[in-house]
């Protein structure tokens, strides 16, 4: 042989296994499970429920991983469970494991891929399904499932769910957000109802509609507009910002809520967005985050939204919440901003993300 072997240990092929490292003691795969489920989830309790097993016995199993490699996986207190470094280190190598057995598991058995979304059923409805059919075909051969619910909660309490939109900030321990959009909240009714809004002030005249019992979409509004005299607890609670649209555009009062999830109305004139600035343009700024922009923007509170008198309101996040396997491809994300082209229907809140545990 005029050519030297390239292969890293003489005598075998290439992506062979040494025959010499199957004498070596190696951690069991239940073990795995339960320290990759204890890391996502922040608690053994959690980790124990998830995987059906006993809290005693997922105890046992990763303190049988932390004999096995001689440290501590995770720092114990009283909120919870943190990686060490070793943690970390450890869990990228046993989802890289599970994750190729689950694949071929799934090769073998002839069977798809699934993705599970929850999310809320306003949302589901004016903006998910207007992308389907882009999304389905970034998916591939991933079969989408979804789930509509009024729980908006960045918790994974049922073993179906892969993926929830949520409102909220995407500070979770062991979720990682990818924000979609801002939220704009404004005010949406009849161009009737409207003619008779002159100002924010005039809202004390009509009823206000809320799209959950909160009422926390019209105290963010209202506190921005400075309209003090508005008492933001008085008016009609829905279950949902569909029917909240509904009752508005049927003349019922004011809604409050995000113009993306009014497009339909708002093109044919069912509803409007009374309120102006003095410059011609509608209180607030819409998002210019798209999915494909959104990765270089800090997971920060500290976004600001220009008022008429020149301060800044706090924005939040709404975020997708995800756990891995499975994650979206790229190109699902690609279509993830609403095509709504519009200047400042109202006062921006939060913001939709793409979230996967880390």
């Not at 990759?36 to 059906?52: D, F, N, Q, R, Y």
């Not at 161009?191 to 809320?210: G, T």
């Not at 919440?321 to 519009?342: G, H, I, K, Y």
Request: proline share 6%.
């Amino acid at each position: 042989m005029t050519e030297q072997s390239k292969n890293s240990q003489a005598g075998y092929a290439a992506h062979a296994y040494p025959l010499a490292d199957l004498t070596r003691p190696l951690p069991p795969i239940a073990a795995l499970q339960a320290f990759v489920t204890a890391a996502h989830l922040g608690s053994i309790s959690k980790a124990a429920e998830h995987l059906c097993r006993t809290q005693g016995a997922v105890s046992r199993q990763v303190q049988q991983l932390e004999a096995h490699y001689g440290c501590a996986l995770f720092l114990r207190h009283a909120s919870g469970l943190t990686l060490t470094t070793e943690g970390h280190t450890l869990l990228n190598v046993a989802v890289d494991v599970l994750s190729r057995l689950a694949e071929h598991a799934d090769l073998h058995a002839g069977t798809k891929s699934i993705l599970t979304l929850r999310l809320p059923s306003t949302f589901a409805i004016r903006w998910l399904l207007p992308r389907l059919r882009d999304i389905h075909h970034a998916l591939g051969g991933i079969e989408l499932r979804i789930s509509t619910s009024a729980d908006d909660t960045p918790e994974f309490d049922t073993p179906d769910v892969d993926a929830i939109i949520v409102r909220g900030a995407g500070r979770w321990t062991g979720l990682a957000a990818l924000p979609l959009f801002e939220e704009t909240l404004t005010p949406l009714c009849t161009a009737e109802l409207a003619s008779s809004l002159k100002s924010p002030a005039d809202l004390a005249r009509v009823v206000l509609l809320h799209p959950g019992p909160s009422h926390g979409e019209w105290h963010c509004w209202l506190d921005y507009a400075k309209a003090s005299q508005v008492n933001a607890e008085s008016g009609l609670v829905f279950d949902t910002l569909e029917l909240t649209l509904t009752a508005a555009a049927q003349g019922h009062g004011v809604a409050i809520g995000d113009p993306r999830m009014a497009r339909e109305r708002l093109e044919t004139g069912a509803l409007v967005a009374p309120f102006f600035t003095g410059r011609g343009e509608r209180l607030g700024i819409l998002s210019r985050l798209s999915a494909a922009t959104c990765g270089a923007v800090e997971d920060s509170r500290a976004c600001r939204c220009p008022r008429e008198d020149g301060a800044g309101g706090s924005i939040d996040w709404d975020v997708v919440v995800m756990p891995s396997p499975p994650a979206m491809p790229p190109a699902a994300q690609a279509s993830a901003e609403p095509a709504l082209d519009a200047r400042a229907h109202g006062f921006g809140r939060d913001a939709v993300t793409l979230v996967q545990r880390r």
